[in-house]
């Protein structure tokens, strides 16, 4: 097996530079709003200001270094997905729909062992004719990690290919004990976050080669399947296949924002029904019911709150899982806010909808008729077509968001 990742170099960043023709290992830019707060996140920065300042792909704001000349470039989502989707199009002249797996909107697998005899070359040799051409086409920098599975190709990128040109590294199982086993500490490694990391840690595995030597019944009885998972990648080993499609036993969905500056909970209840219309008009669009209802509230520095609840009837009715939203609300803390965020988990996909004796069916019917009714429009006319008079009150945010993509402009 021959599976090469691509990755975008400073993704976001090198989109805007190429629009400017400008150089990204010599121009000072950020991709981030200047006008946003020194809170919001910066997405993404030039290899000149990581290489000569330090600064890390993703920061906030005001962790930026002041430098002379720097560029403030406002994201603009759309402009990103349509350079993605241009890069999509190369790797399908190389292999087929099938053999590629789109891991993010800068980052793709792609499997290239059907095409080694068709090419009549090595796997280095078809990476380095699609970087060529996406450099070529587009001006972006791709680099590449090749391995025998999608966990060394990942490592090898992640640790070798994008560090210096030509920017391909290959990493086979006779690299595990000499590169693999090497790498500190090891959250460094696809797939070990500082939770598994410290759970690690207390059974005294603190490398990746007293990972690779550790009992697996020991690991089996700590981490369970994972801990089989966990064994075999520390030697390199990954079974996965790229072509089989990953189907989540339980599904959410979700809606955040970041705000601009202080707001209090009572402006927060506003901003907090209008994300669960958003939320309510995407579930009945996918036709979904909702069991559970989740919210989350960032206080800044202060910390977070997040609280559940479980349905007792799942339902998709706007008004009704916003009442759900607000009486999770009455438990948070009064304190001034500077994020939210709600997800309706416990999805289930169906034709019909269990009421409660205690629902007024004439006026569950009503309401259902109009979500239905609204829903209707705001397909056709977009979602600023119908919106609550509230949505007029200074602090609604409903019809920016609905002009972006990501929380960040079109």
């Known amino acids: 097996m021959s599976i090469a990742v691509i990755d975008l170099k400073s993704f976001y960043a090198s989109c805007e530079c190429v629009c400017r023709h400008l150089d990204i290992f010599k121009t000072p830019l950020v991709c981030c709003d200047p006008y946003r707060s020194d809170s919001s996140v910066v997405m993404s920065v030039t290899p000149y200001l990581k290489e000569k300042y330090g600064v890390p792909n993703v920061c906030r704001k005001g962790d930026l270094p002041h430098v002379e000349g720097m560029i403030y470039a406002v994201p603009r989502m759309s402009y990103y997905l349509e350079m993605s989707a241009k890069v999509v199009s190369i790797f399908l002249k190389y292999v087929s729909k099938e053999d590629i797996h789109v891991y993010s909107v800068d980052e793709s697998f792609l499997n290239l062992s059907p095409y080694l005899k068709m090419y009549d070359c090595a796997e280095e040799e078809i990476v380095k004719r699609i970087q060529k051409e996406i450099k070529t086409r587009l001006g972006l920098t791709a680099t590449a990690g090749i391995g025998p599975n999608m966990f060394l190709a990942k490592i090898a990128l992640d640790n070798e ?22 790498i500190r500490p090891i959250t460094k490694i696809w797939g070990i976050g500082q939770g598994i990391s410290s759970h690690l840690e207390r059974i005294g595995i603190r490398s990746l080669f007293e990972l690779a030597h550790a009992d697996r019944s020991l690991l089996e009885k700590e981490f369970g399947i994972m801990g089989d998972q966990l064994l075999d990648l520390a030697n390199g080993i990954d079974n996965s296949n790229m072509q089989e499609k990953y189907v989540p036993k339980e599904t959410s969905l979700s809606n955040g924002q970041t705000l601009r500056g202080a707001h209090s909970k009572s402006q927060c209840r506003l901003l907090l029904r209008e994300m669960g219309d958003d939320l309510s008009y995407r579930l009945r669009k996918t036709n979904y019911l909702v069991g559970k209802v989740s919210l989350w509230i960032s206080y800044g520095r202060e910390g977070t709150f997040s609280k559940q609840t479980t349905l007792i009837n799942e339902c998709d009715d706007t008004d009704r899982l916003n009442e759900e939203v607000q009486k999770l609300l009455n438990y948070a803390p009064d304190k001034k806010i500077y994020g939210l965020g709600i997800a309706y988990g416990q999805l289930r996909e169906t034709d019909y909808e269990q009421l409660s004796f205690l629902d007024n069916p004439i006026e569950t019917k009503r309401r259902k008729n109009l979500d239905i009714a609204l829903d209707e429009i705001k397909g056709m006319f977009g979602k600023n077509s119908v919106l609550r008079c509230s949505s007029l009150l200074p602090h609604s945010t409903i019809h920016d968001r609905h002009e972006q993509i990501g929380g960040h402009r079109r």
């Open 161 to 182: 290919g994008k560090k210096k040109p030509p920017y391909i590294a290959r990493w086979g199982y006779e690299d595990v004990p000499t590169k693999l086993w090497k």
